[in-house]
């Protein structure tokens, strides 16, 4: 057997795979079916002799990951010569059930499928991304990997909302946080760049990508975290409005007569920088800030304010903080998110280097100055490697 995983993930009109080396974090290739269902799907794969796009029709799920192996096939590397690990799965919602990655069979997937209601958009999709899978790789062992699972550590006065106690015990209306596996890999690679075991190693994470959540990791083990029973919760997000009055959805229907599907729609989709600058892009939201567009300098503003409101609230809940990390799309690349989040800071020990944080460099980088006594860094999150050595981890125990 190799260290090699197929990394999947299932959305409900695309899937994404990724080759990759357990060990090493190698991906060997990667693609994307998108558009499934619709008249038109698009495939592209990226193995060892480049870029291959197609755009053809593609039904479903199982034509996608099929298109998948073909392209293994034909442009590389050969599956069959490389004998998989396994396959891992990457699956939205593991309620309280799963608290770390498990193997797939019968009843993990009955089990997940309970699970529906809480993530009604998600979970179905990973689990036709299972179902085929199973199909067309039968002798392999297959992985489930929950965002749920790194924050099931969070103690009970994190994850427990202030509601009649019944909503916890019949309903399981609670706090399960999402990201875990970006936040367990930025965790664990901080404290490799710290050089500190994880187990003594507190870090504020920062997940700023189309989603956002921030995480409280002690020793490791996820305390506290921004996203709620769903990723609604928290910062704010390009579509998503992040935290609000509870009060306001049922104002709303009494007062406007919208619906609930309405409020949930418009929360989720037409909320966070969408909502207030018309943009959820946020190259492009920078663009029309630098153009003095007004609404999308309040959005700017309200999204730092919201970063700069969970980092010292974290802080509080650490008590020590040895690192500030920020990671995804926009964490990775936005210099002026990371500085406006973070500056006026330097009495909680937090001291940005204007000249390491405005440096165009990709990789993994510390931006605060040398005797700043919380470290503030720069960690490309690689959920694909976490996925793929989780999985490796499930099949070796
Ligand atoms: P992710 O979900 O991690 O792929 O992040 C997507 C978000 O990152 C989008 O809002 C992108 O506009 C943003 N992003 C990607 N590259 C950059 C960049 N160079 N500068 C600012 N934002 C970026």
Redesign the pocket.
Same mark, same amino acid.
């Given at each position: 057997m190799s260290d090699h995983v197929l990394v999947i993930n299932a959305g409900s009109s695309s899937l994404k795979y990724s080759l990759v080396e357990a060990r090493t974090g190698e991906a060997a290739a990667s693609g994307l079916a998108e558009r499934i269902g619709e008249r038109q799907g698009r495939h592209l794969h990226r193995g060892p002799d480049g870029e291959t796009e197609t755009t053809r029709s593609i039904p479903g799920h199982e034509d996608a990951l099929r298109l998948a192996i073909g392209a293994f096939e034909s442009h590389g590397p050969s599956l069959d010569g490389l004998d998989l690990a396994a396959v891992g799965h990457r699956v939205v919602h593991g309620g309280s059930r799963f608290s770390a990655s498990a193997l797939i069979d019968d009843a993990l997937v009955a089990e997940v499928t309970e699970l529906v209601p809480l993530a009604p958009l998600h979970n179905p999709a990973n689990l036709e991304g299972i179902r085929v899978a199973r199909r067309l790789f039968p002798n392999l062992p297959q992985v489930a990997v929950f965002d749920t699972a790194f924050h099931q550590s969070l103690p009970p006065q994190a994850y427990t909302y202030a509601v009649p106690l019944a909503w916890l015990e019949d309903h399981g209306i609670r706090r399960y946080g999402f990201h875990g596996t970006s936040h367990a890999f930025v965790s664990q690679e901080t404290a490799r760049l710290l050089e500190r075991d994880p187990a003594e190693t507190n870090t504020i994470v920062l997940h700023l990508?189309?989603?956002c959540s921030a995480s409280a990791v002690r020793g490791g083990r996820s305390v506290e975290t921004s996203m709620g029973l769903t990723p609604l919760e928290g910062l704010v997000m390009?579509t998503r409005s992040g935290d609000l009055d509870p009060a306001i959805p049922a104002y709303l229907m009494r007062e406007v007569g919208l619906s609930a599907e309405d409020i949930d729609l418009a929360l989720n989709s037409a909320s966070g920088l969408k909502g207030l600058a018309g943009e959820?892009?946020?190259? #492009?939201l #920078?663009r029309l800030r630098a153009s003095g567009d007004e609404h999308a300098g309040l959005a700017f503003d309200v999204y730092c304010h919201r970063i700069r409101k969970y980092v010292g609230a974290y802080y509080a809940v650490l008590e020590t903080v040895d690192a500030v990390v920020f990671t995804?799309?926009?964490g990775e690349?936005?210099a002026e998110v990371r500085a406006t989040s973070l500056n006026g800071l330097e009495r909680l020990g937090i001291c940005i280097d204007n000249d390491r944080n405005n440096e165009p460099a990709t990789g993994a980088r510390r931006i605060s100055t040398d005797d700043s006594e919380v470290a503030v860094f720069v960690v490309p999150t690689n959920e694909e490697w976490q996925i793929a050595r989780e999985a490796l981890g499930v099949v070796l125990a």
């Open positions: 990508g189309n989603g390009g959820n892009d946020f190259r #492009e #920078e995804a799309g926009v690349h936005s």
